[in-house]
């Protein structure tokens, strides 16, 4: 082995900068040569490359005489419009053809981090997607195929069904995307869900506890004048309540046992023919809306979907006690008579505004009329 190849086979960081090479083996071997233009920066100097391969290059230039059988770092830099690639490499430095100027250098470690962009570079240049002009490497031009100016007439009608499918399906789901949107806009601004409990009940009247204490007694199917149910309070004494009329109690009443205090329900009764209503709660905002025209959606457990509205007659007391975070109970007459047979039922509730009444109520509020006021 010689003093050169034992010199390569150190590593890297063990290579000395200023030891000499016993001999210069051949820089490009069996590897193809390539002609592009490109320099070679060593040691602040900058030499025109002529040849380069994927072991080695050669270039032109003023250089040291002593760096002639060395190892140095050189770097190989090619140029583009604009920009340049530098590739920094281990190469011992060859002499070459002194009397030319022509150094030589032969890469330690052809397979290093250079590798694939210098392949690249020379794999580019050889297809013809690159090509050296005044000393610069630049993109090659291909030529642009020429397109028929008349297409044939059968492409040109698929072509157009084709895109009026495209333009049909996009302007479908632009629809559907309106429609959602709205939809979900008229519910945000217009639809007012019920949250407290509604059930269906008769319009009729709540007898109540009179006072603390424990159901005694209750009789559901008492008669006009007879003891509808009694209490026994905590001192002992029994208080009766009558049955007010012939009447048909609500399902839901309190048996007895059960403790109550004054003021709560025990029973709700009403006349035979007693229509039936929606019981709900409702707050401030939800009167209001009803108020203005709004109208109450019900939906039954069977399905079915009325509308219902409050009583005329109740409306400017509830208004009076409304507040915007308390609900308070209400009474919601349906559309349609409902069967007693349902009485007790949970119903749903949505209170829905008509959009063009609102915008009419608003333009009502801040026309032209009531401008100063």
Not at 34 to 50: A, E
Not at 181 to 203: A, H, N, Q
Request: charged residues 15%; hydrophobic residues 45%.
């Amino acid at each position: 082995m010689t003093e050169a190849h034992a010199e390569l086979d150190k590593p890297i960081a063990a290579r000395s900068a200023s030891a000499p090479l016993a001999a210069e083996p051949t820089v490009h071997g069996e590897h193809p040569v390539i002609r592009l233009p490109f320099n070679v920066v060593i040691n602040g100097r900058s030499l025109q490359g002529h040849a380069l391969s994927i072991v080695g290059a050669e270039a032109t230039g003023l250089i040291d005489p002593q760096l002639h059988g060395r190892v140095q770092l050189a770097t190989l830099v090619f140029n583009f419009p604009g920009y340049a690639i530098s590739l920094p490499l281990d190469a011992a430095i060859g002499a070459g053809a002194p009397e030319s100027g022509t150094v030589t250098l032969r890469f330690l470690e052809p397979t290093g981090p250079h590798l694939p962009q210098l392949r690249y570079i020379l794999n580019a240049f050889v297809g013809g997607d690159l090509i050296g002009v005044d000393g610069l490497i630049r993109t090659a031009d291909k030529p642009e195929k020429v397109r028929s100016e008349l297409p044939a007439p059968g492409r040109s009608v698929s072509r157009g069904l084709m895109t009026g499918i495209r333009w049909g399906a996009f302007a479908g789901l632009g629809l559907l995307l309106v429609g959602f949107v709205g939809v979900k806009l008229y519910e945000r601004l217009f639809v007012l869900p019920v949250t407290g409990l509604s059930t269906i009940t008769l319009d009729g009247m709540d007898l109540r506890a009179i006072s603390p204490g424990q159901l005694d007694f209750v009789n559901p199917a008492a008669s006009k004048g007879e003891i509808a149910f009694a209490i026994r309070t905590t001192s002992g004494e029994v208080l009766a309540v009558s049955m007010p009329c012939d009447c048909v109690v609500a399902p839901g009443a309190a048996q007895s046992g059960a403790t109550v205090l004054a003021g709560d329900t025990v029973m709700t009764v009403a006349p035979k023919d007693a229509p039936v209503v929606i019981s709900s709660k409702v707050d401030g905002s939800g009167l209001r809306a009803l108020a203005s025209g709004a109208h109450a959606e019900v939906h039954m457990p069977s399905g079915t979907v009325t509308t219902a509205s409050l009583d005329a007659k109740e409306l400017p007391g509830l208004l009076r006690s409304a507040t915007d975070g308390a609900a308070i109970p209400v009474t919601l007459v349906p559309a349609i008579a409902l069967d007693q047979s349902t009485v007790g039922s949970p119903v749903d509730v949505l209170i829905k505004s008509d959009p063009l009444a609102a915008v009419g109520r608003f333009f009502s509020f801040n026309g032209p009329a009531n401008e100063g006021h």
